[in-house]
């Protein structure tokens, strides 16, 4: 089973310019999270998915980001124009909430975007 | 709001035993997890456990909870050179929203 797929891999790019992210999760997973990671941190949630809407984006950033989940299954992170804070790596995650059972909430990460603003 | 604390370092010997600690403030939290990071690598669950649990052991690891002092930790058994990454704790009130720790990076000599 293919695991949750991030591209690109890496990213540098100037100041004020714009850039974005790609998440292909799960097949099956019905709940997506971009997480932003800055090093030496824990990850943070910047958005939650399900299906194709957004249920918690209280974190994100929404005066220069943006993300969208069209079909309820890809995912893109925009961000326009990024800054230098804005250098960590972005995760994508997904699970499954929908299914017959308990859920243990196990989340499934790609291997991240790392975006360096110079 | 809800908070994570880990510290950030620990250094063992291969073979002997790591213990790992977490702390965290929601005293609703149902599920707590332990994640591993490994360079370059995105998080990978190593184990879990519900609130209404004390211990759970699975194989080398063992989780101990603590929810009357909301205390976490993750014990590896004879901790070997490929157990060397980071370990982030991360606990939920509900599936769906998890909160991370900042890590603690396990360093693992020969």
């Known amino acids: 089973e293919a695991g949750v797929v991030q591209s690109p891999r890496y990213k540098i790019i100037e100041k004020k310019q714009p850039v974005a992210f790609w998440c292909n999760p799960i097949?099956?997973?019905?709940?997506l999270y971009w997480y932003r990671q800055n090093l030496g941190q824990g990850p943070e949630l910047l958005i939650r998915?399900?299906?194709?809407?957004?249920?918690?984006d209280s974190q994100l950033p929404k005066d220069r980001f943006s993300a969208e989940r069209l079909k309820g299954v890809d995912s893109t992170l925009k961000i326009q124009p990024a800054e230098l804070g804005d250098s960590a790596v972005y995760l994508c995650?997904?699970?499954?909430?929908?299914?017959?059972?308990?859920?243990?909430?196990?989340?499934?990460f790609g291997e991240g975007s790392r975006l360096t603003v110079l | 709001g809800e908070d994570v604390e880990q510290s950030l370092f620990l250094s063992v010997r291969e073979g002997d035993s790591s213990v790992i600690n977490c702390t965290y403030t929601?005293?609703?939290?149902?599920?707590l997890y332990w994640y591993k990071q490994e360079p370059g690598a995105g998080l990978q669950l190593l184990t879990y456990?519900?609130?209404?649990?004390d211990m759970k052991q699975d194989q080398r690891l063992t989780v101990l909870l603590n929810k009357k002092d909301k205390h976490l930790s993750l014990r590896i058994a004879d901790t070997q050179t490929g157990d060397s990454a980071i370990y982030f704790c991360?606990?939920?009130?509900?599936?769906?929203?998890?909160?991370f720790g900042q890590g603690t990076t396990l360093q693992v000599k020969p």
């Open positions: 995650a997904s699970t499954s909430t929908s299914g017959a059972g308990p859920n243990t909430g196990e989340l499934f």
């Open positions: 097949s099956g997973h019905n709940t």
């Open positions: 998915y399900e299906n194709e809407e957004a249920v918690d």
């Open positions: 929601d005293s609703s939290s149902t599920y």
């Open positions: 456990i519900f609130s209404n649990m």
């Open positions: 991360a606990v939920t009130r509900f599936t769906g929203k998890l909160i």
